[in-house]
């Protein structure tokens, strides 16, 4: 933490309780310490705020029991404001705590304006808001569904408090999400896909529509494997996350893309020196069309496609209830023998 921030901190600890009643108002005090469902500010009593620097630790300190999240009081006005920069954080707790702005850092600097609602930036801003899977709801969601990736998989993220509207009712409720970076070629985010997840552990939310996506997804995917501009001669593309994360599962060398629907398959961009392309079917119409037309343009592109078969109704269900070896085996009979020794090695 720089020394600017340092201050800031400690400056917010002398006044914890009322940084707490402003930010965290969902809370509410309980002896020397603010009770909160996190540092979202949702209801709850996971999270505790210490209001008064005492032999265990400084005021404005603050854990979450239930995510094991640790901080100060500038993480509480970073993200129950869902603020990104730090010039953005250190303002505004500057105004909460009536200091001037230091004139030499700031002279000409505007504050960033909010994120249009579903625009690239706003998926940006969710994305850095959240943390890696590793530990986390989001980990044990995709272990449940047979899934184990490394924690190298940087477009996989976990958001504890992940707003999610009812379409019908306008209700609004925060709920634990799995946070998929759908990105071109790049490495850029252009869009993400958000798949919130029951509280207690039991896979998807129980709600009408567990799964959005936002921002501009046509031509981009959510890239499992890919290093931003080196040449793909092989990949995988399909529709689904879970989909293509099964087949990463078992081919963990070959990078694969979910494109989130069959139209947005359709209109993929291929990698540089893409020479091969493997499909994952669905059983859908829908997914015939994607795949005919993704079909299509990658042969006007010089690109060898080949359709990869499910035995059930999609690759998580294989992986799920055949198991990796058999799914392995599966797969083997449907590659080329060289991506065979290549992706699918002996054992």
Known sequence: MTGSASELA???GDHAEAVCR???SNGRRVGNYWIVGDVRDIQGRSMHVRLKTNSKGLAGKWVDEATLEFGDLLDVIRESCGLIEFRDVADEARRFLAMPRP???DSGAQRQPAAARGSPDAARRLFAMSRPVAGTLAERYLAG????LTARERALRFHPGCYYRDLVTGEMQTLPALISAVTD???RITGLQRTWLDPNGDGKAHVDDPRRSLGRLLGNGIWLGLNSGAPVPVMAAGEGLETMASLRTVMPALPVAAATSANHLAGL???PGCRRLYIAADADAAG???IQRLSQRAGEAGIATLVLRPQLGDFNDDLRHLGPPRLAAWLGDQLLP???RRFLPPG
């Open 10 to 12: 400690r400056r917010l």
């Open 22 to 24: 402003q930010y965290l």
């Open 103 to 105: 004139q030499a850092q």
């Open 145 to 148: 569904r047979g899934i184990l």
């Open 185 to 187: 070629l790049n490495g």
């Open 269 to 271: 961009t291929f990698p």
């Open 288 to 290: 015939r069309q994607g």
């Open 338 to 340: 060289e991506d065979t």
